[in-house]
């Protein structure tokens, strides 16, 4: 669990392909000379036993999920994964090189890179340090004797990434995208989601996580019934955060979890919430005003810092300075922290090796760092010119189809005509990167690069409330598997590192291209229409811009998709909930039709592209190639996991899920009425 800073979960500002991967944090471990295989597109993963029209997602991957169980060090594995670990291996022969060369200034990119990487891998003074790198900390939170002291000690810990309480941060204000405003909501809890406190299904792995506590807590050096005392105070405390949490699906409407404050009202409303003392710590010049996420939320922790005395918030405070801090501290303390984040939540046999914890904490501290040297490394001119091309492909046949959608009045359509017009994208890194020169990076000192590195960026974000947002960020390192968009900015953005095959392929004919990095184009275009981002304006504003009859027409429609995901048993007994990932199902939906008729126009334009390959068309192939960006094996309890928190449906789901709505599909493979793999045409939703 690497730190992240303490942020609010009012909005999802950004809207990523999938989830993130939380790397879990073995000895040093060497790379090998010979990188992992390319994990393109491939008719060899294909299991031909199977009939389309009975099994498709098997029929276009059967073979490779036979024959790619989870490794040992993995909760998942899949092609999202298989491209991970052949960039990680990139980035590892970066990271070996420049924590060999120590010739460049101090304060570049390839000095502060190497120097990282090399206070990671000094496991022997790392050991050698014990509690010393939280000494000080822990200090503090014992001195805690007045409710003054426990918020100048919770605005520290927030400021270096250490999570409690609630959550804040600074982003654009969703109804003014133009400047950023402090956003406050839940937040406090180390399980994954509420109902792992809540419900009955998780019991189990409460009870596991309180002795989990209670060995860490023996692990700071107290006695075991005292470790044990306080493990269920934490439990507690965090149970009665729980309780005041919105479920996952109330969090994902923007407009009831934008509440604005005037700061003298947010004071007065809650007393025993410090503000004041809060804002202080933290370098925040006293904002005008505040946007809360949940407030009954905020009114639930005013009352539970009456109910409670300051030595059980000691406590709370002291465990999550140490949650967050073990993956750097010593064996036994990142030992212990996997066992319970990594094997009993995600079903993990084994760690990754150090190098590459280590590199997943760079990537989290001095990203861009990191990326300036991926970049020039491994990201080709030709890559980004190509991928413009295709976007722009893509926005053509959207902006179209904008003009045409039936069910669309056409005083809502000149609006959503005008939101397309401003939309933008972002490909392979940023123009400018950004300047990590003012953080003091020691060959000695990991865990401190880490928290430094935490209190830059979250200065950098509360320096400039109230200010003019930065329209040229970037929210995901150059070096990431992911893509988002963005609706405060209504932009979408491609890393480098999703530029590679499976998705991505300059090798590759157009058809296994549209069907990879077109659909994830099309997923992201989508975004700015599906049920979150259609309700943000042109200029990137909450705003109710849908007339009541096209908002009716466009959930009637998104209603289908809910009831066909409810339907998906990912475990006995266990349902994907279409509520929750509807969002993600509506992109990947307006994904593939989008990127379908993009390459129909590519084929029609060239018709010498048209022809089999490997015995397939290229409608074939762009449905498996679709289908098999989605190949997955997952563990029980990562997919249990998963299906709480995560609003993407699994894998499995994903590749066949979309394909049952369009017409194209099932002419392409000849499925018909009574076949498994047909959906009754009233059953099918027609959006974009």
């Avoid at 200065?459 to 988002?484: C, F, I, K, Q």
């Avoid at 449906?649 to 499925?671: C, E, K, M, N």
């Amino acid at each position: 669990m690497n730190l992240t800073h303490s942020k609010t979960a009012t909005l999802a500002v950004l809207t990523g392909l999938l989830s993130a991967f939380t790397p879990t944090a073995d000895a040093a471990s060497a790379p090998t000379d010979t990188p992992p295989p390319v994990p393109r597109f491939s008719v060899d993963y294909m299991d031909h036993s199977v009939k389309p029209n009975t099994d498709f997602y098997h029929f276009a991957e059967g073979l490779w999920l036979a024959q790619n169980p989870v490794p040992e060090d993995k909760s998942r594995w899949g092609s999202f994964t298989q491209l991970a670990e052949r960039n990680w291996f990139l980035i590892h022969e970066i990271l070996d090189q420049t924590a060999a060369d120590t010739s460049a200034p101090p304060s570049s990119p390839h000095r502060q890179v190497g120097d990282f990487f090399a206070s990671a891998m000094d496991t022997n003074r790392i050991e050698s340090l014990g509690l010393e790198p939280i000494r000080n900390e822990l200090a503090r939170i014992d001195g805690i004797a007045t409710p003054k002291d426990l918020f100048t000690v919770l605005g520290r810990l927030h400021d270096r990434g250490v999570s409690g309480v609630f959550g804040a941060g600074c982003g654009p204000d969703a109804k003014d995208s133009s400047i950023y405003a402090l956003e406050l909501g839940q937040g406090g809890l180390s399980l994954p989601d509420r109902d792992y406190y809540l419900k009955e299904t998780f019991a189990t792995t409460l009870e596991k996580y309180r002795a989990h506590i209670a060995k860490m807590f023996g692990l700071l050096g107290e006695p075991v019934n005292e470790a044990a005392l306080h493990a269920k105070t934490v439990v507690a405390l965090e149970t009665e955060l729980a309780r005041a949490s919105r479920s996952r699906v109330d969090l994902r409407d923007p407009n009831k979890n934008y509440n604005k404050f005037q700061t003298k009202d947010l004071v007065s409303r809650h007393p025993a919430l410090l503000w004041k003392v809060y804002f202080e710590e933290r370098k925040i010049a006293e904002p005008s005003y505040e946007i809360v996420g949940q407030p009954e939320f905020l009114e639930a922790v005013n009352r539970l810092l009456v109910e409670h005395p300051l030595s059980e918030w000691k406590t709370y405070l002291r465990w999550h300075l140490a949650s967050s801090t073990a993956p750097f501290l010593t064996a036994a303390l990142e030992r212990e922290h996997f066992d319970f984040f990594g094997k009993t939540l995600s079903g993990q046999p084994e760690q990754e090796p150090r190098w590459k914890r280590a590199a997943h904490s760079i990537d989290g501290s001095i990203g861009e760092a990191l990326g300036q040297l991926y970049v020039e490394k491994y990201f080709p001119p030709q890559a980004r010119a190509r991928m413009n091309e295709l976007v722009e492909n893509l926005k053509t046949v959207f902006r179209e189809r904008l003009d045409k959608v039936p069910w669309m009045t056409e005083a809502t359509r000149a609006k959503a005509r005008a939101k397309f017009a401003r939309f933008t994208q972002k490909i392979g890194c940023p123009e400018r990167f950004r300047d990590y020169s003012q953080i003091h990076i020691s060959r000695e000192d990991f865990l401190g690069n880490i928290l430094r590195a935490e209190v830059f960026g979250s200065r950098r974000e509360t320096a400039r409330l109230g200010r003019p947002v930065d329209r040229s960020e970037w929210h995901m390192t150059p070096e990431t598997v992911n893509a988002y968009f963005n609706p405060a900015q209504n932009e979408i953005v491609f890393p480098a590192g999703i530029l590679q095959p499976p998705f991505f392929d300059l090798a590759m004919d157009d058809a296994v291209n549209y069907g990879g990095i077109g659909v994830v184009i099309g997923h992201e275009i989508t975004h700015g229409y599906d049920d979150q981002g259609r309700k943000f304006d042109a200029d990137g504003n909450l705003n109710d811009w849908w007339s009541a009859e096209d908002s009716k027409a466009f959930d009637a429609r998104a209603q289908l998709v809910v009831e066909e995901y409810n339907s998906f048993e990912a475990l006995p007994g266990l349902h994907v909930n279409g509520k929750l990932t509807l969002g993600e199902n509506l992109a990947d939906l307006g994904g593939v039709n989008i990127a379908y008729e993009a390459l129909q126009r590519q084929l029609a334009k060239d018709p010498s592209r048209r022809r089999n390959i490997d015995g397939l068309t290229p409608e074939q192939r762009f449905f498996i190639s679709f289908a098999q960006i989605w190949r997955i094996n997952i563990r029980e309890a990562e997919a249990r996991r998963l299906i709480t928190v995560d609003p993407h449906s699994p894998g499995r789901f994903r590749a066949v899920g979309p394909l049952l709505h369009v017409p194209q599909f099932y002419q392409t493979f000849g499925i018909h009425s009574g076949d498994t793999m047909w959906l009754a045409p009233e059953r099918r939703a027609t959006i974009w």
